[in-house]
């Protein structure tokens, strides 16, 4: 693995993927949802975080998301696997096209 040297929050990772800032903060809440070392924590502050990933873990979430949209069926498994919060599942749901 290469030094990393820079990271981006999850809210520029959102933006460059054109995904729900939420969602992504939803999925890598889960340490597991991606390889050891991809999601970094930013403290700034007390008691004050931000999510980041390396350009590994952008790539891999990329990809997850990529994979898991193949088909609604498959979106609709993937989001009931990886987002614990149900109101968030339902949003994200809503706005899929069918």
């Given at each position: 693995m290469a030094t990393v040297t820079y990271v981006r929050t999850i809210k520029f990772v959102a933006e460059v993927l054109e995904e729900d800032p939420e969602l992504l903060q939803a999925i890598v809440s889960n340490d597991d949802n991606l390889s050891y070392g991809y999601i970094i924590t930013v403290y700034t502050g007390d008691d004050e975080s931000v999510t980041a990933l390396t350009?590994?873990?952008?790539?891999?979430?990329?990809?997850?998301?990529?994979?898991?949209?193949?088909?609604?069926?498959?979106?609709?498994?993937?989001?009931?696997?990886?987002v614990d919060d149900k109101q968030l599942v339902a949003r994200i749901k809503a706005k899929s096209p069918r």
């Amino acid at each position: 693995m290469a030094t990393v040297t820079y990271v981006r929050t999850i809210k520029f990772v959102a933006e460059v993927l054109e995904e729900d800032p939420e969602l992504l903060q939803a999925i890598v809440s889960n340490d597991d949802n991606l390889s050891y070392g991809y999601i970094i924590t930013v403290y700034t502050g007390d008691d004050e975080s931000v999510t980041a990933l390396t350009d590994d873990g952008m790539e891999e979430l990329e990809q997850m998301l990529s994979h898991a949209r193949r088909s609604p069926d498959e979106w609709n498994h993937f989001l009931d696997s990886f987002v614990d919060d149900k109101q968030l599942v339902a949003r994200i749901k809503a706005k899929s096209p069918r």
